[in-house]
């Protein structure tokens, strides 16, 4: 029997001209980022028209920095995926996106080299004093003698949390100042980072005992909020420097503080906080 016979009409549309599936977008993205999104998608960002009804419209949603609440799932009955820029997806109601059924897509290890570098920056900042010393030289010149500064080659870098990210900034320090490396995570293999030099511990206090610098890269959850609080810094070197480029509220802020007034620990480097904004 010959192929059913098709019509002009119907094959005189391209299939990639067809719709494409709609996407709200909640937060201000990269132009670049934008636009290849709209190679992919029919996007409706706030400035559009009929942005106003995404609550009852979307079907998905793209989110950077914004919070998603129960009462934001509640309020999307149409609502089956979030795309979420980054690793983290602690700013969305994880709970309520489950029991709907509504998938989390993150992007795990696309920013690993910008953070690890910027973990670099922050503990080159804070061991080299140039936020103070710059302030300091805004209103007058600063003498040499009058600066501090600490030396990193072959201190000890701790890292929590051997993902994507830990690895990177791992390499950075072996590389950049042959640093000892000693590092813990619970769920990474045992045969992981075999082309780094490291010691692993499964006691992460020995963490905090021996690092010069430690760096987190750890999600934030139920589990790791608090995880570093007054006990566990006044466990650390007197001249140590911490570092967060993970997430807000994985140290306590208030017993960085007192650590900190205490003359205890060299200095902190946060990329991120309890309260986003600061």
């Not at 820029?85 to 109601?93: A, E, R």
């Amino acid at each position: 029997m010959p192929p059913a016979s098709v019509h002009d009409d119907e094959v005189s549309t391209p299939r990639s001209t067809q719709s494409k599936p709609t996407v709200y977008i909640l937060d201000v993205w990269n132009p670049q980022a934008l636009a290849h999104a709209k190679t992919l998608f029919n996007v409706i960002t706030p400035g559009d028209a009929g942005f106003s009804d995404w609550r009852q419209n979307a079907t998905a949603l793209l989110i950077r920095g914004s919070y998603f609440t129960a009462e934001d799932v509640a309020s999307c009955p149409n609502l089956v995926a979030i795309g979420k820029h980054g690793v983290g997806i602690d700013k969305i109601d994880q709970h309520a996106c489950a029991k709907r059924g509504i998938k989390i897509c993150n992007t795990p290890g696309a920013n690993a080299r910008d953070v690890a570098e910027l973990v670099l920056a922050l503990t080159m900042a804070v061991a080299r004093d140039i936020r103070s010393i710059t302030t300091r030289q805004m209103s007058k010149p600063v003498p040499k003698e009058t600066c501090n500064g600490l030396t990193l080659h072959r201190k000890t870098l701790g890292i929590i949390g051997m993902g994507n990210i830990g690895r990177t900034v791992a390499e950075i320090f072996r590389g950049a100042f042959d640093a000892d490396v000693v590092a813990y995570d619970v769920f990474i293999p045992k045969d992981a980072w075999s082309h780094i030099a490291h010691d692993r511990v499964t006691d992460v206090d020995e963490v905090y005992r021996r690092a010069d610098v430690l760096s987190i890269h750890v999600p934030l959850t139920n589990g790791t909020r608090d995880m570093i609080s007054y006990k566990q810094l006044r466990m650390m070197k007197s001249d140590a420097i911490v570092i967060n480029a993970a997430r807000g509220g994985i140290i306590n802020e208030g017993d960085l503080t007192k650590a900190l007034s205490e003359g205890h620990l060299w200095g902190a480097g946060l990329d991120c906080h309890e309260q986003e904004p600061p």
